[in-house]
C-alpha cells in the first residue's frame, strides 16, 4: 500500500505543481500562467502554508496553498492528482493547515469552493454563506427586446446627464467604473433603456469574459423604479444575444431580482469553469 507524507513546498516543486493544477481543477485555476504566476509569488512572500503531499517514492500527489490572515486560515487551492484520489490525500493536506493554524492560536479555517463542497463537508467543514451566480443560456432561446422598449447605446458626451438621473454621486461613480472598463473593448455593452416616449428607465453595462468570450456577465446595472431591473437585465441579453454570445452571467444579489425572478425567467445556477457559484466553507478547530 502506497505511503503519503506531508511536507512545506519549495520552489522546484512549481511545475509540478501547476502540472497537477492542470489535471485535477474544474475551474480557472487550472491555468498554468495564474495558478503558477501565484505560487510563485506566495513562495516569495510567506510559505508557512504551502505544503506538498509525496509518496515514498518521491512522486508529488498533491498540494495545498493556505494562509493565515488575522484570527482565521484560509485555503486558497487544493488539489490532488487524479491518479491519487480516494486515499486521505486531501485530509491530509487540510490536516497540514489546520495544525499551523493551531500552532499559532488560530481556531477559524475558511475556504471558498465552487466544485469541492462534499469534499470539505466531509472533513467537518460547514457551508457558511452561498456567493450565488446564476446563466442565462441564449443560444436556442428567442430573446426579443422588452415590449414598448428602446436600447442605445450610451455615448461618453451622456456622461454628465447621466448623473443627474441616478442622483448619487457615489452610485454614479460606479456606473463610470464600469462605463470605462467597458469602453474599449465592449462600448456597445454599455445601454441606456428608455420607454417609447424616451423617458430614461434604467442602464446596463454587460463585460465579455477574457477566458471563454462566449460569457457576458454584468458588471452594473441601475433602474430608477426597482420593478423595472428585470427589464433593464433583459434588454441587456437582447443586446449580447445579438452580438452573437452564448451566456450572459450575473452575481447575486442585484437590487430589484430575486433568485426566483431569474428561475422563472430560465435562468440556472452558474457551474461553467470559468463563472461559478462559491460555497463559503468554515470549519472551527
Known amino acids: 500500500m502506497m505511503k503519503y507524507r506531508i511536507r512545506q513546498m519549495k520552489p522546484s516543486d512549481v511545475s509540478s505543481v501547476v502540472r497537477i493544477a492542470n489535471q485535477s481543477f474544474l475551474e480557472t485555476a487550472r491555468l498554468g500562467w495564474l495558478i503558477g504566476y501565484r505560487i510563485v509569488q506566495r513562495l516569495m512572500s510567506n510559505r508557512e502554508c504551502l505544503f506538498i503531499a509525496e509518496t ?114 457615489n452610485e454614479w461613480l460606479r456606473f463610470a467604473a464600469a462605463y470605462f472598463e467597458a469602453y474599449e473593448s465592449d462600448p456597445e455593452k454599455a445601454i441606456l433603456i428608455t420607454n417609447k416616449d424616451g423617458e430614461i428607465l434604467g442602464v446596463a453595462i454587460g463585460r465579455s469574459e477574457k477566458i471563454c468570450s462566449e460569457l457576458v456577465t454584468l458588471s452594473y446595472i441601475f433602474a430608477k423604479k426597482k420593478e423595472d431591473t428585470m427589464k433593464i437585465l433583459n434588454s441587456l441579453a437582447y443586446v449580447v444575444s445579438s452580438r452573437g454570445h452564448r451566456w450572459l452571467g450575473v452575481k447575486l444579489p442585484i437590487a430589484g431580482i430575486t433568485e426566483e425572478h431569474l428561475e422563472r425567467a430560465g435562468w440556472q445556477d452558474a457551474r461553467l469553469p470559468f463563472f461559478w457559484t462559491m460555497y463559503r466553507m468554515r470549519k472551527k478547530l
Do not use: Q
Open 56 to 169: 515514498d517514492r518521491g512522486d508529488l500527489a498533491g498540494f495545498v496553498v493556505g494562509e493565515l490572515k488575522d484570527d482565521k486560515a484560509v485555503i486558497n487551492w487544493i488539489a490532488v492528482h487524479p491518479s491519487h484520489r480516494s486515499r486521505g490525500v486531501g485530509g491530509m493536506l487540510l490536516k497540514a493547515v489546520e495544525e499551523k493554524a493551531r500552532e499559532k492560536g488560530i481556531r477559524i479555517v475558511e475556504t471558498g469552493t465552487p466544485f469541492a463542497r462534499p469534499f470539505y463537508e466531509k472533513y467537518g467543514y460547514k457551508c457558511v454563506d452561498i456567493r450565488r451566480s446564476m446563466l442565462l443560456e441564449l443560444v436556442g432561446r428567442s430573446i426579443s427586446i422588452p415590449k414598448g422598449l428602446r436600447i442605445r447605446t450610451i455615448m461618453l458626451e451622456e456622461l454628465p446627464m447621466l448623473l443627474d438621473f441616478i442622483g448619487d454621486e
